[in-house]
T-cell receptor, first 116, second 117 residues
């Protein structure tokens, strides 16, 4: 079974629109970590945010915000006032367990295209 | 901080040759490094987990003799694709896990694109 599901394969928005990328995860562990990474066309994965399972406080960082809801096993990512430079593939990832030398479970990614 | 480099960024080689890819953590010590493979428009697939000073742990379906991993120091891991064939053409990405605090986060290298002719 897929541990991390990103149902949106591709999204296109017009510049300055807000966009939300969905992520649903599955785990039986009580301690786990959730991540979002951005992969621009160059290929390098850029770390955006990490959340642990005990911290449900939502976070805003500039134009980015994250909504973590354990009740629905979701960790959604919103970009406000999108820009062309936001065009990239965004991956949600899950790491289980207290000692996370563990592997990441990546979602299949959401390709975001921001149209000027 | 937490910068990971990979070398080379691009490799084009003939079928049958071996290719070595280096992954370095530049400003931190990495007890664990991971090697991933990514095909176009697909997600990352974990190939192996590499711990400094010990043998790598390979994921099911990944040939150990084909993809040799050496983690010689806390800042360097290498992946050698032996006798490469066209089906090995892919984007190879390494990541490193910090030693100590924030060790749950993986920091990724820029990737190496391998094309086997």
């Amino acid at each position: 079974a897929q541990k991390v599901t990103q149902a949106q394969t591709e999204i296109s928005v017009v510049e300055k629109e807000d966009v939300t990328l969905d992520c649903v995860y599955e785990t039986r562990d009580t301690t786990y970590y959730l991540f979002w990474y951005k992969q621009p066309p160059s290929g390098e994965l850029v770390f955006l945010i990490r959340r642990n399972s005990f911290d449900e406080q939502n976070e805003i960082s500039g134009r980015y915000s994250w909504n973590f809801q354990k009740s629905t096993s979701s960790f959604n990512f919103t970009i406000t006032a999108s820009q062309v430079v936001d065009s990239a593939v965004y991956f949600c990832a899950l790491s289980e367990g207290r000692d996370t030398g563990n592997q990441f479970y990546f979602g299949t990614g959401t390709s975001l295209t921001v149209i000027p | 901080g937490a910068v990971v480099s990979q070398h080379p960024s691009w490799v084009i080689c003939k079928s049958g040759t071996s290719v070595k890819i280096e992954c370095r953590s530049l400003d931190f010590q990495a007890t664990t490094m991971f090697w991933y493979r990514q095909f176009p428009k697909q997600s990352l697939m974990l190939m192996a987990t590499s711990n400094e000073g010990s043998k790598a742990t390979y994921e099911q379906g990944v040939e150990k003799d084909k993809f040799l991993i050496n983690h010689a120091s806390l800042t360097l891991s290498t992946l050698t694709v032996t006798s490469a064939h066209p089906e090995d053409s892919s984007f190879y990405i390494c990541s490193a896990r910090l030693r100590g605090v924030r060790r749950e986060t993986q920091y990724f290298g820029p990737g190496t694109r391998l094309l086997v002719l």
